[in-house]
């Protein structure tokens, strides 16, 4: 099993930059594909981008491609959403979640975080 926490969500302009962290612990960080996904309101929980256990291969949804970038470091037990070029659609909880295997695009993960919340501001 593994637990998951997001930091680094915030208030940010338009056109700004974030980072989402995601902090695993818990048994063979190494082992899991990770992914992102972020929820407005009122609206479903969406896909945003995954990662497969070595790093060495990522997916994006259409809507973030070119401007957000997955990244993990296994000895650090992290995975990272760094979003720049940010718009205000991209308001959400962003949450990092955890599955036993590489299947880009699917939503069905085992682990989840807690979110945390991106506000752009127009």
């Known amino acids: 099993q593994v637990q998951l926490i997001e930091s680094g969500g915030g208030l940010v302009q338009a056109g700004g930059s974030l980072r989402l962290s995601c902090a695993a612990s818990?048994?063979?960080?190494?082992?899991?594909?990770m992914g992102w996904f972020r929820q407005a309101p009122g609206k479903e929980r969406e896909f945003v981008a995954t990662i497969n256990r070595s790093g060495d291969s990522t997916y994006y949804t259409d809507s973030v491609k070119g401007r957000f970038t997955i990244s993990r470091d296994n000895a650090k037990n992290t995975v990272w959403l760094q979003m720049n070029s940010l718009k205000p659609e991209d308001t959400a909880v962003y949450y990092c979640?955890?599955?036993?295997?590489?299947?880009?695009?699917?939503?069905?993960?085992?682990?989840w975080g807690q979110g945390t919340q991106i506000t752009v501001s127009s």
């Open positions: 818990g048994r063979a960080f190494s082992s899991y594909a």
């Open positions: 979640a955890a599955r036993w295997g590489y299947y880009p695009g699917t939503s069905e993960y085992s682990y």
